[in-house]
């Protein structure tokens, strides 16, 4: 396609300030129109490749059979466009590859998106010489470090610039996060905004989703020996939606959604994003009550967790928007969602997962009285409950608290084994998963504290020097997905130091490791630290932009920080557990208002100054574990602090006297 380039400057996006507190860790860009940081190498013969850095009106020029590789410093998302001034030659062509990771750079192909080979380049023809050529629309890469610029042509062709229109989280206002966060840990304050910016990747306009092969007629590519790529199918309503990956995976997923939406609450607060991205799933419910799998143009492929999910993520969206008048609507839906899932349900009070409803994450032997599965089930019903009594349904509130304490005691008791202080993936199994145990904490399956404590201590005994491994997945996956679920169980277990040591054990490892991008996170890799994920084949294909793998993000807000909201908003609890952290400063802002916390601690752990700020009206709770105090509003109201708790804290600003 070939614009003027008045035209293009006219769609170029100024740049805007932010009033974000630790704005300089977003790594969002300032403005729309992103050239390269630097010049990766180059092949053939290339004029002062690096002028296309600059934008200052310099030329290079590519002689012949040449590439220059050039490297944005982090993953971006977009359209490219490359001014050129002349060609010498009417059939002069440039090529584009793109690669996330700097194991895939290439002047011939792309990084995957497909189960098998590699991606084709795409062809601008720059035969007429002066004017902006860009990329269609329909194969913008969602996810890209490294661009290489291919020059297939006898003869010389000048360009003047070369720019990406960026177009991953399109509705936003890219640097003005509502929420924040600051440790006296530079890796985890990193982490805490890469995860934050991977959603963002991963946000994209639903006119262009799915990224997973060629589904529809399209004019075709030159030919190659290599895979043609589109993203060119409406996978949601509304210009915005949440998926799961930025290269590949732009699709709505229910599994994955239950990490990358709590990201997106204490990050940027997206509702339009998070909101089409459900609705898109309620809309696909089946006339059983099922949920599905994934969204168009996924094929219909029933699966029990993340049905399961989608009612999760359900609740977590009234649970941070208090949008009442949406759950009204919907409240019809999820009550046949869980009714679809209590069939499942049988004589051991367990549900048993069919051989038909048992995709899930691309683990293996999902299926029977499966312990992920239930554990699962039993935080729906759990958060079931709590929807009930919102929308004043004491029967469904008593059946579903009854039918949740029968699976508890039956999963203690048919799956729970005392010896190796772990549950078993299903009655006769010997395996004992990363997920089914971290969710069994989650979802307050276990019936004592010594039970998760015993938990959180075998799970962290499994790692190794890149992380927590899923043997659910074989032998030598690390399931960045699954690992957010183990950050909250350590937590859960009282075990923050162990949560904190994980974070930076693995994410650390997805951040700073060359091979990555320094910005984003991957969709998963192996014990050996190499960048394969063992459900798949093609190794090329891994997301290095994934948003199921920003656990870390909530986890910070919500456990570290300890800022948890409930009830719409409406009803929270401050509960900070810093593990070996000196000071924390965190908030994010919901429809109600703004939640806030900073604390400093001395060296053995005890808080030197403690305060936070809840939004007027509303009311919670405070849990600062062994604090003797009292609790002094901005305007002179004191509670004390009972064995470090206090209740029925009205919002506001309140500080902490010790003593």
Same mark, same amino acid.
């Given at each position: 396609m070939k614009f003027s380039s008045i035209i293009l400057a006219a769609i170029h996006i100024a740049a805007c300030v932010s009033a974000s507190p630790y704005s300089e860790y977003i790594?969002?860009? &300032? &403005?729309?129109?992103?050239?390269?940081?630097?010049?990766?190498?180059?092949? =053939?013969?290339?004029?002062?490749?690096?002028?296309?850095? +600059?934008? $200052?009106?310099?030329?290079?020029?590519?002689?012949?059979?040449?590439?220059?590789?050039?490297?944005?410093?982090?993953?971006?998302?977009?359209?490219?466009?490359?001014?050129? *001034?002349?060609? &010498?030659?009417?059939?002069?062509?440039?090529?584009?590859?793109?690669?996330?990771s700097s194991l895939w750079i290439s002047n011939k192909s792309s990084d995957a998106t497909a189960d098998e080979g590699l991606d084709a380049p795409l062809v601008l023809p720059v035969g007429e010489g002066d004017g902006v050529y860009m990329t269609r629309p329909e194969q913008q890469r969602g996810g890209f470090r490294y661009l290489t610029v291919v020059h297939n042509s006898t003869g010389s062709t000048v360009l003047r610039d070369l720019y990406v229109q960026y177009t991953a989280a399109p509705d936003q206002n890219l640097r003005e996060y509502t929420g924040y966060f600051h440790s006296n840990d530079e890796l985890l304050n990193r982490i805490w905004y890469a995860g934050a910016y991977t959603a963002q990747l991963a946000t994209i306009d639903p006119a262009y989703g799915n990224s997973l092969t060629v589904l529809v007629t399209w004019p075709p590519a030159p030919p190659s020996e290599y895979n043609n790529w589109y993203s060119n199918w409406t996978i949601t309503n509304g210009s915005t939606a949440l998926t799961d990956g930025g290269k590949r995976d732009r699709l709505v997923w229910g599994g994955d959604m239950t990490i990358s939406l709590e990201t997106v609450m204490v990050s940027t607060y997206d509702l339009d994003s998070v909101r089409n991205a459900l609705d898109a799933m309620l809309a696909l419910q089946t006339v059983e009550g099922r949920l599905p799998y994934a969204s168009t143009p996924f094929p219909?492929?029933?699966?029990? $967790?993340?049905?399961?999910? +989608?009612?999760?993520?359900?609740? !977590?969206?009234?649970?941070?928007?208090?949008?009442?008048?949406?759950?009204?609507?919907?409240?019809?839906?999820?009550?046949?969602?869980?009714?679809?899932?209590?069939?499942?349900?049988?004589? +051991?009070?367990?549900?048993?997962?069919?051989?038909?409803?048992?995709?899930?994450?691309?683990?293996? =032997?999902?299926? =029977?009285?499966?312990? *992920?599965?239930? !554990?699962?089930?039993? *935080?729906?019903?759990?958060?079931?409950?709590?929807?009930?009594?919102e929308m004043e349904d004491g029967q469904l509130e008593a059946a579903w608290t009854q039918a949740a304490k029968k699976l508890k005691a039956a999963a203690n008791t048919l799956l729970w084994d005392e010896q190796v202080g772990l549950f078993r993936d299903n009655e006769t199994s010997t395996l004992y998963p990363q997920d089914g145990n971290s969710w069994a904490i989650r979802a307050n399956l276990s019936q004592s504290s010594a039970q998760t404590r015993a938990v959180s201590s075998n799970l962290r005994a499994r790692w190794g020097p890149y992380g927590a491994p899923a043997p659910e997945a074989g032998p030598s996956t690390i399931s960045p997905f699954i690992g957010g679920f183990e950050?909250?169980?350590?937590?859960?277990? =009282?075990?923050?130091?162990?949560?904190?040591?994980?974070?930076?054990?693995?994410? #650390?490892?997805?951040?700073?490791?060359?091979?990555? $991008? #320094?910005?984003?996170?991957? *969709?998963?890799?192996a014990t050996d630290g190499s960048l394969r994920y063992g459900p798949y084949g093609n190794n090329a294909r891994i997301s290095h932009s994934h948003a199921w793998s920003s656990g870390p993000t909530a986890v910070l807000s919500r456990y570290t920080a300890g800022i948890q909201v409930t009830g719409g908003g409406s009803t929270w609890t401050m509960a900070p557990s810093p593990g070996d952290l000196r000071s924390v400063d965190a908030g994010f802002t919901t429809a109600l208002g703004k939640f806030s916390v900073s604390m400093r601690l001395a060296k053995g752990g005890s808080y030197s100054s403690f305060s936070f700020t809840a939004p007027v009206g509303t009311l919670g709770t405070v849990r600062l574990n062994g604090v003797r105090g009292h609790l002094v509003s901005s305007d002179g109201q004191r509670i004390r602090l009972v064995n470090g708790s206090a209740s029925g804290v009205g919002g506001g600003r309140w500080f902490l006297v010790l003593g």
């Open positions: 790594l969002a860009p &300032s &403005s729309r129109t992103i050239r390269p940081w630097a010049v990766y190498g180059s092949f =053939g013969s290339v004029a002062r490749p690096h002028y296309l850095c +600059t934008n $200052t009106g310099q030329k290079t020029v590519l002689n012949g059979l040449s590439s220059v590789t050039y490297d944005f410093g982090k993953n971006i998302a977009g359209i490219v466009s490359i001014d050129v *001034e002349q060609s &010498s030659s009417p059939d002069a062509d440039i090529n584009l590859t793109f690669s996330e219909d492929q029933p699966s029990f $967790t993340y049905h399961l999910h +989608t009612l999760i993520n359900f609740a !977590a969206y009234y649970q941070y928007t208090g949008d009442r008048a949406w759950l009204a609507t919907n409240w019809g839906r999820f009550k046949d969602g869980v009714a679809w899932a209590m069939d499942s349900i049988d004589a +051991t009070d367990l549900a048993y997962v069919a051989a038909n409803t048992s995709s899930d994450w691309l683990r293996s =032997g999902m299926g =029977g009285h499966n312990i *992920e599965a239930n !554990a699962i089930l039993h *935080e729906v019903l759990l958060v079931g409950t709590l929807l009930a009594v950050l909250q169980a350590h937590y859960l277990a =009282g075990q923050a130091k162990s949560a904190l040591d994980l974070i930076r054990l693995q994410w #650390g490892f997805m951040l700073d490791d060359p091979r990555m $991008t #320094g910005s984003s996170f991957i *969709e998963g890799y």
